[in-house]
Nanobody, 128 residues
Protein backbone atom coordinates (compact mmCIF):
# COMPACT_ATOMS: atom_id res chain seq x y z
CA UNK A 1 0.00 0.00 0.00
CA UNK A 2 1.02 3.58 -0.70
CA UNK A 3 -0.47 6.50 1.16
CA UNK A 4 -0.46 9.90 -0.52
CA UNK A 5 -1.13 13.25 1.15
CA UNK A 6 -1.32 16.45 -0.89
CA UNK A 7 -0.77 19.96 0.39
CA UNK A 8 -0.19 23.45 -0.94
CA UNK A 9 -3.50 24.26 -2.57
CA UNK A 10 -5.30 27.53 -2.03
CA UNK A 11 -6.68 30.70 -3.55
CA UNK A 12 -4.45 32.72 -5.85
CA UNK A 13 -4.95 35.53 -8.35
CA UNK A 14 -4.49 34.96 -12.04
CA UNK A 15 -0.82 35.16 -12.94
CA UNK A 16 0.25 33.94 -9.52
CA UNK A 17 2.07 30.80 -8.43
CA UNK A 18 1.54 27.86 -6.13
CA UNK A 19 3.54 24.76 -5.33
CA UNK A 20 1.71 21.55 -4.56
CA UNK A 21 3.39 18.79 -2.60
CA UNK A 22 2.49 15.13 -2.30
CA UNK A 23 4.08 13.15 0.48
CA UNK A 24 4.14 9.39 0.02
CA UNK A 25 4.54 6.64 2.59
CA UNK A 26 4.31 2.90 2.78
CA UNK A 27 6.57 1.63 0.01
CA UNK A 28 9.82 2.47 -1.76
CA UNK A 29 8.91 5.79 -3.31
CA UNK A 30 11.53 5.69 -6.05
CA UNK A 31 9.87 2.57 -7.51
CA UNK A 32 6.65 4.42 -8.34
CA UNK A 33 5.59 6.54 -11.26
CA UNK A 34 3.95 9.67 -9.88
CA UNK A 35 1.36 11.96 -11.40
CA UNK A 36 -0.83 14.97 -10.82
CA UNK A 37 -4.40 14.95 -12.10
CA UNK A 38 -7.05 17.61 -11.75
CA UNK A 39 -10.80 17.67 -11.87
CA UNK A 40 -12.91 20.76 -12.32
CA UNK A 41 -16.64 20.78 -11.53
CA UNK A 42 -18.61 19.00 -14.24
CA UNK A 43 -15.48 17.85 -16.04
CA UNK A 44 -13.57 14.60 -16.25
CA UNK A 45 -10.39 14.05 -14.33
CA UNK A 46 -7.41 14.88 -16.51
CA UNK A 47 -3.69 14.30 -16.33
CA UNK A 48 -1.70 17.45 -15.67
CA UNK A 49 1.81 16.07 -15.27
CA UNK A 50 3.62 12.83 -14.51
CA UNK A 51 7.11 11.61 -13.80
CA UNK A 52 8.59 8.16 -14.23
CA UNK A 53 9.95 6.04 -11.44
CA UNK A 54 13.65 6.55 -10.97
CA UNK A 55 16.40 6.27 -8.45
CA UNK A 56 17.31 9.82 -9.41
CA UNK A 57 15.16 12.48 -11.08
CA UNK A 58 12.82 10.67 -13.42
CA UNK A 59 11.53 11.73 -16.84
CA UNK A 60 8.70 14.27 -16.73
CA UNK A 61 5.61 14.73 -18.86
CA UNK A 62 3.39 17.80 -18.94
CA UNK A 63 0.03 18.19 -20.61
CA UNK A 64 -0.09 20.73 -23.42
CA UNK A 65 -2.44 22.92 -21.42
CA UNK A 66 0.19 23.47 -18.72
CA UNK A 67 3.43 23.08 -20.63
CA UNK A 68 5.76 25.97 -19.91
CA UNK A 69 3.76 26.99 -16.81
CA UNK A 70 3.81 23.90 -14.57
CA UNK A 71 6.75 21.72 -13.59
CA UNK A 72 6.64 18.32 -11.94
CA UNK A 73 9.59 17.07 -9.94
CA UNK A 74 10.34 14.43 -7.34
CA UNK A 75 12.63 14.20 -4.35
CA UNK A 76 13.14 10.56 -3.50
CA UNK A 77 15.01 11.40 -0.32
CA UNK A 78 11.88 13.15 0.95
CA UNK A 79 9.37 10.73 -0.61
CA UNK A 80 7.70 13.74 -2.17
CA UNK A 81 6.53 14.82 -5.61
CA UNK A 82 5.95 18.47 -6.39
CA UNK A 83 3.95 20.46 -8.88
CA UNK A 84 5.24 23.99 -9.31
CA UNK A 85 2.51 26.07 -10.93
CA UNK A 86 3.10 29.53 -12.30
CA UNK A 87 1.23 31.96 -14.56
CA UNK A 88 -1.96 30.47 -13.20
CA UNK A 89 -5.20 31.01 -15.07
CA UNK A 90 -8.82 30.81 -13.90
CA UNK A 91 -9.22 27.66 -16.00
CA UNK A 92 -6.62 25.97 -13.79
CA UNK A 93 -9.18 26.01 -10.98
CA UNK A 94 -9.80 22.41 -9.92
CA UNK A 95 -9.19 19.82 -7.27
CA UNK A 96 -5.68 18.50 -7.81
CA UNK A 97 -4.94 14.87 -7.03
CA UNK A 98 -1.66 13.09 -6.59
CA UNK A 99 -1.51 9.53 -7.95
CA UNK A 100 0.98 6.67 -8.04
CA UNK A 101 1.51 3.42 -9.89
CA UNK A 102 4.18 0.82 -9.45
CA UNK A 103 7.24 0.91 -11.73
CA UNK A 104 8.02 -1.41 -14.61
CA UNK A 105 8.55 0.07 -18.04
CA UNK A 106 9.55 3.72 -17.86
CA UNK A 107 6.65 4.96 -19.93
CA UNK A 108 4.23 7.64 -18.80
CA UNK A 109 0.68 6.40 -18.33
CA UNK A 110 -1.90 9.08 -19.08
CA UNK A 111 -5.13 7.46 -17.96
CA UNK A 112 -6.47 7.76 -14.44
CA UNK A 113 -7.23 4.04 -14.35
CA UNK A 114 -3.54 3.30 -14.84
CA UNK A 115 -2.87 4.61 -11.33
CA UNK A 116 -3.53 2.51 -8.27
CA UNK A 117 -3.06 4.96 -5.44
CA UNK A 118 -4.62 8.36 -4.90
CA UNK A 119 -4.47 11.20 -2.47
CA UNK A 120 -7.51 12.99 -1.10
CA UNK A 121 -7.04 16.03 -3.33
CA UNK A 122 -6.29 19.68 -2.71
CA UNK A 123 -8.34 22.60 -4.02
CA UNK A 124 -6.70 25.19 -6.26
CA UNK A 125 -8.77 28.27 -7.03
CA UNK A 126 -7.52 30.95 -9.41
CA UNK A 127 -9.43 34.22 -9.36
CA UNK A 128 -9.55 36.54 -12.35
Amino acid sequence: QVQLVESGGGLVQAGGSLRLSCAASGRTFSNYHMAWFRQAPGKERELVAAITWSESGGSPYHANSVKGRFTISRDNAKNTVYLQMSSLKPEDTAVYYCAARYGGVKVIATGQYDYNYWGQGTQVTVSS
